[in-house]
């Protein structure tokens, strides 16, 4: 029990340091970064965060910002590497790893964004965007199988879903399996009825 005390004791004292190092300034700074942003003055709300004073490499929750506000505008260079420092301050953070996402398919790299999905798929199998998205690749790969299996992943949480539903129909048409294309494109169609490419696609059926 003195123990199960004490390490409780530690855990408190942990969150009450990490909270003093988020200063009054920071605050003000993000504050005004907000508002930079809502006027699209990026430099200005990247100029805030990054004040003498202010930035902290090793603050999550700063790098994570200043990623999202050179995606914003438009300096993928810069994006990737603030939420590089982001995942390195936590390397779970999904959250992190779903921003880094942002500014490589903004520059066309595929392949860091595949790797970007499995490191996701790594920490929470059953991301429902991650899987989808993966899904998505393998789908353009031809990689049918791969595809199908991401996407049933997601189906089995949310058996409704309707871009799964129409994605798994197309993988199958694309893998010969018109059978079952159409099962799916039927589930698709009560989602969206009026939906013209699944009229066209079970036409053909």
């Not at 994006?79 to 520059?107: D, F, H, W």
């Not at 799964?164 to 018109?178: D, P, S």
């Amino acid at each position: 029990m003195k123990k199960l005390t004490l390490a409780i004791v530690i855990l408190l004292n942990t969150i009450l340091l990490s909270a003093q190092e988020i200063s009054d300034r920071q605050v003000s700074a993000f504050e005004s970064s907000y508002t930079f942003e809502t006027a699209k003055e990026y430099d200005k709300a990247i100029a805030a965060l990054k004040a003498v004073g202010i930035y902290n490499e090793k603050s999550y929750e700063i790098n994570l910002r200043l990623g999202w506000l050179y995606y914003e505008k438009a300096d993928y260079t810069n994006s990737e590497v603030y939420y590089k420092l982001a995942t390195i301050q936590s390397p779970n953070s999904v959250e992190a790893l779903l921003g880094y996402v942002y500014p490589t398919s903004a520059a066309q790299n595929w392949d860091a964004v595949f790797k970007t999905y499995e490191k996701i798929l790594v920490i929470e199998s059953t991301h429902t965007l991650a899987n989808y998205r993966i899904a998505l690749m393998y789908y353009y790969r031809k990689e049918y199988a791969n595809a199908e299996k991401h996407l049933k992943k997601v189906l089995d949480h949310y058996p409704f879903d309707f871009d799964c539903l129409l994605l798994l129909a197309q993988t199958k048409v694309a893998a010969g399996k018109m059978a079952e294309a159409k099962i799916y494109y039927l589930k698709a169609q009560l989602y969206s009825p009026s939906n013209e490419e699944i009229k066209k696609a079970l036409s053909k059926m």
